[in-house]
T-cell receptor, first 117, second 118 residues
Framework: SQTIHQWPATLVQPVGSPLSLECTVEGTSNPNLYWYRQAAGRGLQLLFY??????ISSEVPQNLSASRPQDRQFILSSKKLLLSDSGFYLC????????????????FGPGTRLTVL | KQEVTQIPAALSVPEGENLVLNCSFTDSAIYNLQWFRQDPGKGLTSLLLIQSSQREQTSGRLNASLDKSSGRSTLYIAASQPGDSATYLCAVRGGGPQRGGSNYKLTFGKGTLLTVNP
């Protein structure tokens, strides 16, 4: 079965510090991968998605970046955090093509709660 | 640009009641629609996925319907229980590049916060 991991679960960082959040998927290959942010009182905002190794699409211009160094690994980074980067960060995946489970059903990881002080 | 609206924003019901959550979207050229549940401080759990060619999907006490032409979906929860208390989110996937959109991305509503009282 497929499993998605995110770490750390919680993170408290000072303004101006770097950030690295990691997401890995098990039990599938060539997934589409996504990073979302959920801020308090707001909906889910898509930040980045990737359809393959080294292929990153950015949805919102900001001081965050994403990388996909391996097929099932997706990393969210920042060189200098801002207060406005605080939020709940969720990684998600879908199958890239028809398979035994529902096509294009999206599955989410447990999330990382980031607080920037 | 696709917009997804969920009504009501919050709902409180007594245990055992049947209830309906509503979701509407502005662009009917969708690939599929997905309902999720989110518990406080947790990730999203997929409940039901309806492809654009389908009218409804059922899982246990949950039934989701889709009327693509009118841009609406409903999530019906039968015999609600306190354990059903959570935020329920609706999301639509775009119709693909051939329809001017991307089928890689989901557009989410802001959710309905459901409280089922014992």
């Amino acid at each position: 079965s497929q499993t998605i991991h995110q770490w750390p679960a919680t993170l408290v960082q000072p303004v101006g510090s770097p950030l690295s959040l990691e997401c890995t998927v098990e039990g599938t290959s060539n997934p589409n991968l996504y990073w979302y942010r959920q801020a308090a009182g707001r909906g889910l905002q898509l930040l980045f998605y990737s359809v393959g190794i080294g292929q990153i699409s950015s949805e919102v211009p900001q001081n965050l970046s994403a990388s996909r160094p391996q097929d099932r690994q997706f990393i969210l980074s920042s060189k200098k955090l801002l207060l406005s980067d605080s939020g709940f960060y969720l990684c998600a995946w879908t199958l890239a093509r028809t398979s035994g489970i529902s096509y294009n059903e999206q599955f989410f990881g447990p999330g990382t709660r980031l607080t920037v002080l | 640009k696709q917009e997804v609206t969920q009504i009501p924003a919050a709902l409180s019901v007594p245990e055992g009641e049947n209830l309906v959550l509503n979701c509407s979207f502005t662009d009917s050229a969708i690939y599929n629609l997905q309902w999720f549940r989110q518990d406080p401080g947790k990730g999203l759990t997929s409940l039901l996925l309806i492809q654009s060619s389908q009218r409804e999907q059922t899982s246990g006490r949950l039934n989701a319907s889709l009327d693509k032409s009118s841009g609406r979906s409903t999530l019906y929860i039968a015999a609600s229980q306190p354990g059903d208390s959570a935020t329920y989110l609706c999301a639509v996937r775009g119709g693909g590049p051939q329809r001017g959109g991307s089928n890689y991305k989901l557009t989410f509503g802001k959710g309905t916060l459901l409280t089922v009282n014992p």
